[in-house]
């Protein structure tokens, strides 16, 4: 009888992997760079730093108070687009974002200055009913079926008309002030207006790391809080995406969310979620921004949902859902707050930053897509 000999190495009643099987073959660096989605808003960004480094180095673009300033764009649409890069990986939009910023906004300002609440019970007023209209969008898009766009295009002009309907029914007009002063007074406001880390600043000022006035104080008193919430929620989103089962659920439903329900997935809960998550960060900006200038303002926040999607698009984010990152997103903002103040810094006619946006966009999809081909070997 003739032995038969198995490799030791191979469980009995198996027979080895063919060598050439893409089970096991080795993956380069170079792909495993390629197939994360944040890889072209992190090139853009370098590239961005050093084109403005070149052409506005000697502006103030990169002194204290220039770093400042576009971080503080940046914040602004980096909150937001944390929001719609989760939304849109699991394969929706949410156009009603800019339209909810000046809702939210009026319903801080309105029962503050007109019906004498504290800020912290207008805020907390604020937040519910902004979770309460997103649960609704996502709930109307399950519900029905019908596209995201449809839904929340239909949001975008409900919650706008209804920010100017009610604030001149309770006001008499579109702009409302005098949110300052009772904010100065209130334990919730500081948590979404000021700065943190102003004793570092002031160090940094005394030994001439930043600019400072001719009183020794620095010229940025701190980090603005702003730009914290914006690195919170990114960091918070990012945690979700990928260390999370709701991060594998957000996947999985902007793959395929007929093959995420046949396993199991809530598919209804993670998009009602998620309508709720762009409706909270897009409250968290209409907070920021009362507090700050101690007014609410009927038209804020507009055009802001394409914003916030061009950034999550930029960041690496597919329209068609089941790929992208929160971190590629925050890139995205970073690119986009950095070319907005550096062509005011360069010089160049501000008039031409929407030409430059649309074509950022326009390359972005067309590097993602590339990138996206490369990472899967062809395969789209």
């Known amino acids: ?81 944390v929001g719609a890069s989760l939304l849109m990986i699991a394969g929706e939009f949410d156009l009603s974002i800019g339209s909810m910023i000046g809702f939210a906004g009026m319903m801080i300002a309105i029962p503050t200055v007109f019906f004498g609440w504290p800020v912290w019970l207008s805020l907390v007023f604020a937040f519910s009913g902004a979770l309460a209209i997103g649960a609704f969008n996502g709930w109307l898009v399950v519900r029905t079926g019908l596209p995201s766009f449809i839904v929340s295009l239909a949001f975008l002009f409900i919650l706008r008309g209804m920010t100017i309907a009610l604030s001149i ?67 918070f989103g990012a945690w979700i995406l990928l260390r999370t089962r709701f991060g594998n659920w957000i996947f999985a439903v902007g793959g395929d969310q007929v093959a995420a329900r046949n396993m199991g997935v ?5 998009k009602i979620l998620l309508f709720m998550g762009t409706a909270f960060c897009a409250t968290v900006f209409a907070a920021c921004q009362v507090m700050e200038f101690g007014s609410a303002a009927a038209d804020r926040g507009l055009l802001k949902e394409f914003e916030a999607i061009i950034a999550a698009v930029i960041g690496g984010t597919l329209l068609t859902g089941g790929y992208g990152s929160v971190i590629g997103a925050a890139f995205g903002a970073l ?19 929407k030409v430059f946006l649309g074509a950022m966009l326009l390359l972005a999809v067309i590097v993602n897509n590339y990138i996206r081909r490369k990472a899967t070997g062809g395969r789209s």
């Open 266 to 270: 809530p598919v209804a809960r993670v």
């Open 335 to 353: 690119i986009f707050g950095v070319v907005q103040m550096g062509i005011f810094y360069s010089g160049v006619n501000t008039d031409w930053f």
């Open 169 to 235: 029914l309770f006001t008499n007009r579109t702009i409302v002030g005098g949110v300052k002063d009772p904010a100065a007074a209130d334990w919730l406001a500081p948590l979404f207006s000021g700065t943190v880390l102003d004793g570092l600043f002031r160090w940094m000022g005394s030994q001439g790391l930043i600019e400072t006035f001719p009183d020794g104080s620095p010229l940025v008193p701190g980090l603005p809080v702003l730009v914290v919430w914006w690195a919170a929620l990114t960091l």
């Open 1 to 81: 009888m003739t032995s038969i000999q198995t490799d030791a190495r191979m469980p009995q009643g198996r027979s080895p992997l063919p060598a050439g099987d893409e089970r096991v073959r080795s993956v380069s660096l170079l792909s495993r760079l390629l197939s994360r989605p944040e890889l072209g808003a992190m090139a853009g960004t370098v590239l961005v730093f050093v084109f403005f480094g070149i052409t506005a180095g000697s502006s103030g673009m990169f002194s204290a108070d220039g770093i400042s300033n576009w971080l503080v764009v940046s914040a602004q649409l980096g909150i937001l687009a």
